[in-house]
């Protein structure tokens, strides 16, 4: 059917049976598409310059007029009579469109690798965080546009704040790692970051374990916190008995009131890092075999590994497994099923009652290692219990105290 196609002629015509289409007098190509649904759709259809029969979409009746839609198809039919492709342009300008989506920073974090991240890596989020957090001043910045000097000035003034160097080199590295995908996605031809050195910081680093004395207040800090939380529960339970209320569950048979002392001893006795601890599952334990396996999946390393486990540690998830209705999946579980993602407000609470200071979560790994190198324990073992790929880690976090080397050139003077 030929008509010329205007406003009037689209809103009289009427759906039928099957789709038809309404093809313009004057403009060779424009039509006009009718779906059994009532939905009218412009098009301008052409041949490519391969032979090849083409249309191209412009738009809905309805969204647009027809007079707008025949504006569109003129330019359509101009192109094609000098010779272009003109889905070829259309296909290139929303290449373009979506290119300038990712140019920048903020683009390609938001569009691109904000999803990768986040499904490839746990700690996803808190590196988009980093991410513009930090270099909140780069975000509008196209990729390519970001430099060395850019970076180089930034960090100078970060090191000027007081920030600690391995906290910048950290942080400089998430922004390089993100660059680096954008040219393994060909977003950008190479990273601009790529020759950039990090802020040189002693290797060895802090290492901050337990002297005896802190060792035995903690262990007798766990024992006074669950001895409270219980005298607690009992309180409070008389009080709702009197008045008729629920009852909280009685933790008069349990072994331990909640997951905090089991993580803390499995820490001082396995050196597993938080996150291990956080997504270990019971199906990776054996307990009549001592043993516990750490799976790739949920290593730093992403090497699989296995922790022998010493009979501290039996007893605690023995104990543990006791407590928890339904042992199965995650060990320790948040309140909603998922893993924990922290256990800040009461490990703080704990250190602040045993007058515990600068001691971290995390430095219950390096106490782990301390006590075994100071046992004599050989450092290639030592690595492997902690899930390192080389010396360099295992030396950092495994060198032995400065009292123990005293005692030890002491020796000296004592077999004189």
Same mark, same amino acid.
């Given at each position: 059917?030929?008509?010329?196609?205007?406003?009037?002629?689209?809103?009289?015509?009427?759906?039928?049976?099957?789709?038809?289409?309404?093809?313009?007098?004057?403009?060779?190509?424009?039509?006009?598409?009718?779906?059994?649904?009532?939905?009218?759709?412009?098009?301008?259809?052409?041949?490519?310059?391969?032979?090849?029969?083409?249309?191209?979409?412009?738009?809905?009746?309805?969204?647009?007029?027809?007079?707008?839609?025949?504006?569109?198809?003129?330019?359509?039919?101009?192109?094609?009579?000098?010779?272009?492709?003109?889905?070829?342009?259309?296909?290139?300008?929303?290449?373009?469109?979506?290119?300038?989506?990712?140019?920048?920073?903020?683009?390609?974090?938001?569009?691109?690798?904000?999803?990768?991240?986040?499904?490839?890596?746990?700690?996803?989020?808190?590196?988009?965080?980093?991410?513009?957090?930090?270099?909140?001043?780069?975000?509008?910045?196209?990729?390519?546009?970001?430099?060395?000097?850019?970076?180089?000035?930034?960090?100078?003034?970060?090191?000027?704040?007081?920030?600690?160097?391995?906290?910048?080199? +950290?942080? @400089?590295?998430?922004? =390089?790692? !993100?660059?680096?995908?954008?040219?393994? #996605?060909?977003?950008?031809? *190479? /990273? &601009?970051?790529?020759?950039?050195?990090?802020?040189?910081?002693?290797?060895?680093?802090?290492?901050?374990?337990?002297?005896?004395?802190?060792?035995?207040?903690?262990?007798?800090?766990?024992?006074?916190?669950?001895?409270?939380?219980?005298?607690?529960?009992?309180?409070?339970?008389?009080?709702?008995?009197?008045?008729?209320?629920?009852?909280?569950?009685?933790?008069?048979?349990?072994?331990?009131?909640?997951?905090?002392?089991?993580?803390?001893?499995?820490?001082?006795?396995?050196?597993?890092?938080?996150?291990?601890?956080?997504?270990?599952?019971?199906?990776?334990?054996?307990?009549?075999?001592?043993?516990?396996?750490?799976?790739?999946?949920?290593?730093?390393?992403?090497?699989? +590994?296995? @922790?022998?486990?010493? =009979?501290? !540690?039996?007893?605690?998830?023995?104990? #543990?497994?006791?407590?928890? *209705? /339904? &042992?199965?999946?995650?060990?320790?579980?948040?309140?909603?099923?998922?893993?924990?993602?922290?256990?800040?407000?009461?490990?703080?609470?704990?250190?602040?009652?045993?007058?515990?200071?600068?001691?971290?979560?995390?430095?219950?790994?390096?106490?782990?290692?301390?006590?075994?190198?100071?046992?004599?324990?050989?450092?290639?073992?030592?690595?492997?219990?902690?899930?390192?790929?080389?010396?360099?880690?295992?030396?950092?976090?495994?060198?032995?105290?400065?009292?123990?080397?005293?005692?030890?050139?002491?020796?000296?003077?004592?077999?004189?």
């Amino acid at each position: 059917m030929q008509t010329r196609i205007t406003n009037r002629t689209a809103e009289i015509i009427s759906a039928k049976e099957k789709p038809y289409e309404i093809r313009d007098v004057d403009i060779k190509g424009f039509l006009l598409r009718v779906q059994p649904s009532g939905i009218k759709t412009y098009y301008y259809a052409f041949r490519a310059p391969d032979g090849k029969k083409q249309r191209i979409w412009i738009g809905k009746h309805g969204s647009i007029t027809a007079t707008q839609a025949r504006d569109a198809a003129e330019i359509h039919a101009g192109k094609v009579a000098l010779g272009g492709n003109v889905q070829e342009e259309k296909k290139q300008t929303r290449l373009k469109t979506e290119q300038l989506k990712f140019s920048t920073l903020e683009g390609f974090i938001d569009h691109k690798y904000q999803a990768w991240v986040e499904a490839e890596r746990k700690s996803g989020k808190t590196t988009i965080k980093r991410l513009k957090k930090n270099f909140a001043h780069l975000l509008s910045r196209p990729l390519d546009d970001i430099n060395t000097w850019v970076v180089e000035k930034w960090r100078g003034e970060r090191l000027k704040e007081g920030i600690k160097p391995a906290t910048v080199n +950290r942080d @400089i590295t998430t922004l =390089k790692a !993100a660059l680096s995908k954008a040219v393994d #996605w060909e977003v950008i031809d *190479k /990273n &601009p970051l790529a020759k950039l050195k990090r802020v040189k910081t002693d290797n060895k680093g802090k290492v901050r374990y337990l002297k005896p004395e802190e060792e035995k207040r903690l262990r007798e800090g766990l024992d006074a916190r669950e001895a409270r939380i219980r005298q607690e529960r009992t309180s409070a339970n008389e009080w709702r008995k009197e008045r008729g209320y629920e009852l909280y569950p009685d933790l008069t048979g349990h072994t331990f009131v909640d997951h905090l002392k089991p993580l803390v001893l499995l820490a001082l006795n396995t050196g597993m890092r938080r996150s291990e601890l956080f997504y270990l599952k019971w199906e990776n334990i054996s307990l009549s075999k001592a043993m516990l396996t750490i799976e790739g999946a949920d290593a730093k390393s992403g090497k699989t +590994r296995h @922790i022998p486990l010493n =009979k501290e !540690a039996v007893a605690a998830l023995k104990g #543990w497994k006791g407590d928890v *209705k /339904n &042992p199965t999946g995650l060990v320790f579980p948040s309140r909603t099923g998922m893993p924990l993602d922290n256990v800040k407000k009461a490990w703080v609470k704990l250190l602040q009652d045993i007058k515990i200071k600068e001691f971290r979560w995390h430095d219950m790994r390096h106490h782990f290692a301390s006590r075994l190198v100071m046992a004599g324990v050989d450092l290639n073992t030592v690595r492997e219990l902690l899930g390192h790929s080389d010396y360099t880690m295992t030396l950092r976090y495994a060198h032995l105290a400065p009292e123990h080397k005293k005692d030890a050139v002491e020796r000296l003077v004592a077999n004189g």
